[in-house]
Protein backbone atom coordinates (compact mmCIF):
# COMPACT_ATOMS: atom_id res chain seq x y z
CA UNK A 1 0.00 0.00 0.00
CA UNK A 2 1.21 3.45 -0.68
CA UNK A 3 0.50 6.17 1.20
CA UNK A 4 0.47 10.10 0.28
CA UNK A 5 -0.08 12.67 2.82
CA UNK A 6 -0.37 16.44 4.10
CA UNK A 7 -2.04 18.39 6.81
CA UNK A 8 -5.16 17.80 4.67
CA UNK A 9 -5.24 14.85 3.33
CA UNK A 10 -4.01 10.62 3.85
CA UNK A 11 -4.25 9.32 0.47
CA UNK A 12 -4.14 5.53 0.23
CA UNK A 13 -3.36 3.57 -3.09
CA UNK A 14 -3.14 -0.10 -3.40
CA UNK A 15 -1.20 -2.28 -6.18
CA UNK A 16 -3.45 -4.42 -7.47
CA UNK A 17 -5.06 -1.99 -10.31
CA UNK A 18 -3.52 1.07 -9.10
CA UNK A 19 -6.67 1.84 -7.24
CA UNK A 20 -7.33 4.29 -4.72
CA UNK A 21 -8.57 2.92 -1.28
CA UNK A 22 -8.78 5.62 0.87
CA UNK A 23 -9.42 9.52 0.52
CA UNK A 24 -9.57 10.97 4.71
CA UNK A 25 -10.01 14.30 5.34
CA UNK A 26 -7.93 15.21 8.70
CA UNK A 27 -9.79 18.30 9.40
CA UNK A 28 -13.15 17.08 9.85
CA UNK A 29 -11.72 13.22 10.10
CA UNK A 30 -14.13 11.77 7.43
CA UNK A 31 -13.39 8.90 4.89
CA UNK A 32 -14.62 9.83 1.56
CA UNK A 33 -14.10 6.64 0.17
CA UNK A 34 -16.43 4.16 -0.43
CA UNK A 35 -14.76 1.13 1.55
CA UNK A 36 -15.72 -1.53 -0.59
CA UNK A 37 -18.13 -3.65 1.64
CA UNK A 38 -17.95 -6.97 -0.52
CA UNK A 39 -21.39 -7.70 0.36
CA UNK A 40 -22.57 -4.53 -1.50
CA UNK A 41 -19.66 -3.83 -3.94
CA UNK A 42 -16.03 -4.39 -3.52
CA UNK A 43 -14.67 -1.58 -5.27
CA UNK A 44 -13.09 1.80 -3.93
CA UNK A 45 -12.10 3.01 -7.37
CA UNK A 46 -11.12 1.07 -9.84
CA UNK A 47 -8.95 2.34 -12.96
CA UNK A 48 -10.22 1.07 -16.37
CA UNK A 49 -8.03 0.14 -19.25
CA UNK A 50 -7.91 -0.26 -22.03
CA UNK A 51 -11.91 -0.55 -22.42
CA UNK A 52 -14.63 1.40 -20.55
CA UNK A 53 -17.98 -0.86 -20.28
CA UNK A 54 -18.49 -3.76 -21.90
CA UNK A 55 -18.12 -4.82 -25.69
CA UNK A 56 -20.10 -6.92 -27.39
CA UNK A 57 -19.91 -10.98 -27.38
CA UNK A 58 -16.71 -10.11 -24.89
CA UNK A 59 -14.10 -9.24 -27.35
CA UNK A 60 -12.15 -6.98 -29.10
CA UNK A 61 -11.71 -6.72 -32.97
CA UNK A 62 -7.73 -5.39 -33.54
CA UNK A 63 -6.22 -5.69 -36.80
CA UNK A 64 -9.03 -8.80 -38.18
CA UNK A 65 -8.72 -10.79 -34.67
CA UNK A 66 -11.00 -11.03 -31.72
CA UNK A 67 -9.69 -10.88 -28.63
CA UNK A 68 -11.70 -11.69 -25.59
CA UNK A 69 -11.98 -8.58 -23.08
CA UNK A 70 -13.97 -7.84 -19.69
CA UNK A 71 -15.96 -5.18 -18.46
CA UNK A 72 -13.60 -2.36 -17.59
CA UNK A 73 -10.98 -3.83 -19.28
CA UNK A 74 -8.03 -5.77 -17.65
CA UNK A 75 -5.73 -2.92 -15.75
CA UNK A 76 -8.14 -3.18 -12.30
CA UNK A 77 -7.29 -6.99 -11.85
CA UNK A 78 -3.22 -6.56 -12.65
CA UNK A 79 -0.72 -5.60 -10.23
CA UNK A 80 1.16 -2.52 -11.27
CA UNK A 81 4.68 -1.79 -10.02
CA UNK A 82 5.50 1.53 -7.75
CA UNK A 83 8.01 3.31 -10.17
CA UNK A 84 8.18 6.49 -8.01
CA UNK A 85 6.90 7.18 -4.53
CA UNK A 86 7.17 10.05 -2.20
CA UNK A 87 4.22 12.20 0.38
CA UNK A 88 2.93 13.47 -2.39
CA UNK A 89 3.44 11.85 -5.63
CA UNK A 90 3.49 8.09 -6.79
CA UNK A 91 3.00 6.36 -10.36
CA UNK A 92 2.25 3.24 -10.90
CA UNK A 93 3.42 1.24 -14.02
CA UNK A 94 1.85 -1.48 -16.12
CA UNK A 95 3.66 -2.59 -19.20
CA UNK A 96 2.83 -5.00 -21.71
CA UNK A 97 4.00 -8.77 -20.92
CA UNK A 98 2.51 -11.88 -22.49
CA UNK A 99 -0.88 -11.96 -20.54
CA UNK A 100 -1.72 -8.55 -21.81
CA UNK A 101 -0.55 -9.20 -25.73
CA UNK A 102 -3.42 -12.47 -25.67
CA UNK A 103 -6.05 -10.15 -25.16
CA UNK A 104 -4.70 -6.76 -25.76
CA UNK A 105 -2.13 -6.91 -28.91
CA UNK A 106 0.01 -3.61 -28.49
CA UNK A 107 3.20 -2.75 -26.72
CA UNK A 108 2.21 -0.09 -24.35
CA UNK A 109 3.18 1.48 -21.29
CA UNK A 110 -0.02 2.63 -18.87
CA UNK A 111 1.14 4.41 -16.03
CA UNK A 112 -1.64 6.65 -13.14
CA UNK A 113 -0.34 9.16 -11.72
CA UNK A 114 -1.51 10.38 -8.16
CA UNK A 115 -0.69 14.34 -7.60
CA UNK A 116 -1.25 15.23 -3.65
CA UNK A 117 -1.36 19.17 -2.59
CA UNK A 118 -3.49 20.57 -0.08
CA UNK A 119 -7.30 19.28 0.08
CA UNK A 120 -6.66 18.41 -3.98
CA UNK A 121 -5.80 14.88 -5.71
CA UNK A 122 -4.78 15.00 -8.87
CA UNK A 123 -5.09 11.15 -11.31
CA UNK A 124 -3.30 11.34 -14.86
CA UNK A 125 -3.69 9.03 -17.33
CA UNK A 126 -0.84 8.28 -19.24
CA UNK A 127 -0.73 6.18 -22.14
CA UNK A 128 3.35 5.52 -23.57
CA UNK A 129 2.82 4.11 -27.18
CA UNK A 130 6.20 1.18 -27.52
CA UNK A 131 4.90 -0.38 -30.78
CA UNK A 132 5.11 0.18 -34.13
CA UNK A 133 1.49 0.90 -34.88
CA UNK A 134 -0.99 3.09 -33.92
CA UNK A 135 -2.71 1.93 -30.72
CA UNK A 136 -6.24 1.86 -29.80
CA UNK A 137 -7.46 2.22 -26.24
CA UNK A 138 -10.14 3.81 -23.53
CA UNK A 139 -9.47 5.06 -20.29
CA UNK A 140 -11.55 5.85 -17.36
CA UNK A 141 -12.04 6.14 -13.75
CA UNK A 142 -14.78 4.83 -11.30
CA UNK A 143 -14.49 6.75 -8.00
CA UNK A 144 -17.03 5.29 -5.37
CA UNK A 145 -17.75 8.63 -2.51
CA UNK A 146 -19.03 7.58 0.58
CA UNK A 147 -22.13 9.29 1.31
CA UNK A 148 -23.60 10.66 3.70
CA UNK A 149 -20.47 12.61 4.89
CA UNK A 150 -21.52 12.17 8.49
CA UNK A 151 -23.45 9.45 10.69
CA UNK A 152 -26.72 11.65 11.48
CA UNK A 153 -27.50 12.35 7.74
CA UNK A 154 -29.58 10.78 5.31
CA UNK A 155 -28.45 10.13 1.17
CA UNK A 156 -31.51 12.24 0.45
CA UNK A 157 -30.03 15.04 2.12
CA UNK A 158 -27.14 15.19 -0.88
CA UNK A 159 -27.21 16.19 -4.63
CA UNK A 160 -24.68 16.46 -7.22
CA UNK A 161 -23.93 20.18 -8.07
CA UNK A 162 -23.21 20.64 -12.13
CA UNK A 163 -20.71 23.47 -12.31
CA UNK A 164 -23.28 24.68 -15.21
CA UNK A 165 -27.41 24.53 -15.46
CA UNK A 166 -28.04 22.97 -18.12
CA UNK A 167 -30.22 20.16 -19.76
CA UNK A 168 -29.22 16.46 -19.20
CA UNK A 169 -30.42 13.17 -20.69
CA UNK A 170 -28.97 10.31 -19.95
CA UNK A 171 -27.90 7.49 -22.81
CA UNK A 172 -29.51 4.53 -21.79
CA UNK A 173 -28.23 0.99 -21.15
CA UNK A 174 -29.55 -2.17 -22.16
CA UNK A 175 -30.15 -4.83 -19.25
CA UNK A 176 -26.54 -6.59 -21.02
CA UNK A 177 -24.76 -2.73 -20.60
CA UNK A 178 -24.64 -1.66 -24.03
CA UNK A 179 -26.40 1.72 -25.30
CA UNK A 180 -29.63 1.57 -26.93
CA UNK A 181 -30.03 4.34 -28.83
CA UNK A 182 -32.47 5.92 -26.71
CA UNK A 183 -31.81 8.67 -24.29
CA UNK A 184 -33.86 9.89 -21.51
CA UNK A 185 -34.48 13.34 -19.95
CA UNK A 186 -32.99 13.65 -15.92
CA UNK A 187 -35.03 15.69 -13.85
CA UNK A 188 -32.90 18.24 -11.93
CA UNK A 189 -33.46 21.39 -10.12
CA UNK A 190 -31.38 24.24 -11.76
CA UNK A 191 -27.73 22.73 -11.92
CA UNK A 192 -28.75 20.10 -8.94
CA UNK A 193 -29.33 16.78 -9.18
CA UNK A 194 -30.82 15.10 -6.07
CA UNK A 195 -29.65 11.83 -4.70
CA UNK A 196 -32.11 9.35 -3.76
CA UNK A 197 -32.18 5.51 -3.08
CA UNK A 198 -34.05 4.49 -6.88
CA UNK A 199 -31.97 7.06 -8.65
CA UNK A 200 -29.85 4.20 -10.43
CA UNK A 201 -32.88 1.50 -11.00
CA UNK A 202 -32.34 1.52 -14.59
CA UNK A 203 -28.46 1.45 -14.36
CA UNK A 204 -25.99 4.61 -14.41
CA UNK A 205 -26.73 7.70 -15.76
CA UNK A 206 -24.51 8.67 -18.62
CA UNK A 207 -23.80 12.02 -20.45
CA UNK A 208 -22.13 12.33 -23.51
CA UNK A 209 -20.68 15.88 -24.44
CA UNK A 210 -22.17 18.24 -21.78
CA UNK A 211 -20.70 21.53 -20.79
CA UNK A 212 -20.17 20.74 -17.31
CA UNK A 213 -16.70 19.57 -16.36
CA UNK A 214 -17.21 19.73 -12.80
CA UNK A 215 -19.72 18.52 -10.08
CA UNK A 216 -19.50 18.32 -6.65
CA UNK A 217 -21.28 16.08 -3.87
CA UNK A 218 -23.24 18.74 -1.26
CA UNK A 219 -25.68 19.15 1.19
CA UNK A 220 -27.24 22.38 2.57
CA UNK A 221 -27.07 20.97 6.07
CA UNK A 222 -22.91 21.90 6.07
CA UNK A 223 -20.25 23.01 3.76
CA UNK A 224 -18.51 19.64 3.44
CA UNK A 225 -17.97 18.55 -0.02
CA UNK A 226 -16.60 17.12 -2.81
CA UNK A 227 -15.59 18.08 -5.81
CA UNK A 228 -14.56 15.91 -9.34
CA UNK A 229 -13.34 18.41 -12.31
CA UNK A 230 -12.38 17.01 -15.50
CA UNK A 231 -11.98 19.19 -18.07
CA UNK A 232 -10.50 16.45 -20.65
CA UNK A 233 -13.09 13.97 -20.39
CA UNK A 234 -16.47 14.51 -22.82
CA UNK A 235 -18.30 11.70 -21.37
CA UNK A 236 -19.15 11.17 -17.28
CA UNK A 237 -21.12 8.65 -15.75
CA UNK A 238 -23.21 8.55 -12.44
CA UNK A 239 -23.52 5.18 -10.46
CA UNK A 240 -24.61 3.45 -7.49
CA UNK A 241 -25.52 -0.20 -6.28
CA UNK A 242 -29.92 1.00 -5.64
CA UNK A 243 -29.58 1.58 -1.62
CA UNK A 244 -26.03 1.93 -1.00
CA UNK A 245 -24.49 4.68 0.53
CA UNK A 246 -21.95 5.46 -2.39
CA UNK A 247 -22.37 7.25 -5.51
CA UNK A 248 -19.93 6.88 -8.16
CA UNK A 249 -18.37 10.32 -10.32
CA UNK A 250 -16.45 8.43 -13.70
CA UNK A 251 -15.24 10.64 -15.68
CA UNK A 252 -14.61 8.79 -19.07
CA UNK A 253 -12.75 8.83 -22.57
CA UNK A 254 -14.63 5.72 -23.97
CA UNK A 255 -17.93 3.99 -23.45
CA UNK A 256 -19.97 0.75 -23.73
CA UNK A 257 -20.35 -0.46 -27.06
CA UNK A 258 -23.82 0.56 -28.58
CA UNK A 259 -26.48 -2.29 -29.55
CA UNK A 260 -25.80 -3.97 -32.94
CA UNK A 261 -22.72 -5.65 -34.84
CA UNK A 262 -19.05 -5.22 -33.35
CA UNK A 263 -17.11 -3.08 -34.78
CA UNK A 264 -13.44 -2.63 -35.22
CA UNK A 265 -11.23 -1.12 -32.00
CA UNK A 266 -10.95 1.85 -33.62
CA UNK A 267 -14.50 2.59 -35.03
CA UNK A 268 -15.46 2.21 -31.26
CA UNK A 269 -17.54 5.33 -29.85
CA UNK A 270 -14.75 7.76 -28.53
CA UNK A 271 -11.88 5.94 -29.15
CA UNK A 272 -8.59 7.03 -28.25
CA UNK A 273 -5.50 6.72 -29.85
CA UNK A 274 -1.83 7.53 -29.66
CA UNK A 275 0.74 7.38 -32.50
CA UNK A 276 4.27 5.22 -31.98
CA UNK A 277 6.83 6.96 -29.84
CA UNK A 278 4.11 9.42 -28.62
CA UNK A 279 2.52 9.70 -24.69
CA UNK A 280 -0.92 10.59 -24.63
CA UNK A 281 -2.12 12.31 -20.79
CA UNK A 282 -5.40 13.11 -19.67
CA UNK A 283 -5.74 14.83 -15.73
CA UNK A 284 -8.89 14.80 -13.47
CA UNK A 285 -8.75 16.21 -9.87
CA UNK A 286 -10.60 14.89 -6.77
CA UNK A 287 -11.07 18.21 -4.01
CA UNK A 288 -12.25 17.82 -0.82
CA UNK A 289 -13.50 20.42 1.23
Known amino acids: MTTLENDQLRV???????????????????????????????????????????????????????????????????????????DAHAIFSLRADDKTRA???????????????????????????????????????????????????????????FDQAEPLETHRLSAGGFFTGETEPVSTAGNRLPLTAHLFDQDALVFKNMRSR??????????????????????LGLWAKPGAPFVCIEPWLGCADSEGSPVPIEQKEAIQQVEPGRVFDASFTIRIQ
Open 103 to 161: VYPYEFLFQIIYELEGPQLTITYRVVNEDQKTVFFSVGAHPAFAVPFRADEAYEDYFIE
Open 12 to 86: SIRPKGAELTSIFHKPTATEHLWQADPTVWPWHGPNLFPVVGGCLNNQLLIDGHAYPTERHGFARHTVFETTESS
Open 214 to 235: RVTIRTDKHEQAVTVTFPEFPY
